[in-house]
């Protein structure tokens, strides 16, 4: 019965220590797709800001405030540039498969009747963590605590160059 079971042990023993390729041949896989993720983004151009979510009750819709003005995120190869009904925002961003850092950026403050969503932007930018593309018209800025997000639409009347 020892002898079962010392082979039995041996035998897992052995099973798992194949795996440990395995774990390598998926951090590949991982990195690969990271960079079709990356390139699949297209980031580049303006996008309308639909919606700065952070829970049920807490959330901003640009165009249900101001429904005659187009609010947007305009990113280029490293920056971005955000137009609000009144005040802008500027700064730098970096892109890295999912994962996306907005950088600090200049903020215009000029006083408005109306600063919603200048308020929502400046609490959710710093959290912005991680992007989803649905598809090449609509993506997702996450926050780093999961429950907070940004909702951009392409403006495909926008030409990029």
């Not at 990113?75 to 907005?102: P, Q, R, V």
Request: proline share 2%; glycine share 6%; with cysteine.
């Amino acid at each position: 019965m020892n002898t079962r079971l010392i082979t039995a042990l041996v035998a897992v023993a052995m099973m798992a220590s194949c795996t440990g390729n395995k774990g390598t041949v998926d951090k590949e896989s991982a990195e690969v797709n990271d960079m079709a993720a990356e390139a699949n983004v297209g980031l580049k151009g303006q996008w309308y800001i639909e919606n700065i979510f952070f829970n049920d009750s807490d959330y901003v819709r640009p165009a249900e405030i101001l429904p005659d003005v187009r609010q947007y995120v305009q990113f280029t190869d490293s920056t971005y540039a955000i137009m609000t009904n009144c005040n802008s925002i500027s700064g730098y961003y970096t892109l890295s498969g999912d994962s996306i850092t907005l950088g600090d950026g200049m903020m215009t403050e000029i006083a408005c009747d109306n600063m919603q969503t200048e308020d929502a932007l400046r609490r959710i930018l710093p959290d912005i963590a991680t992007i989803d593309a649905e598809n090449d018209s609509i993506v997702r800025l996450n926050c780093r605590n999961h429950s907070g997000y940004l909702i951009l639409k392409k403006n495909t009347a926008y030409d990029v160059k």
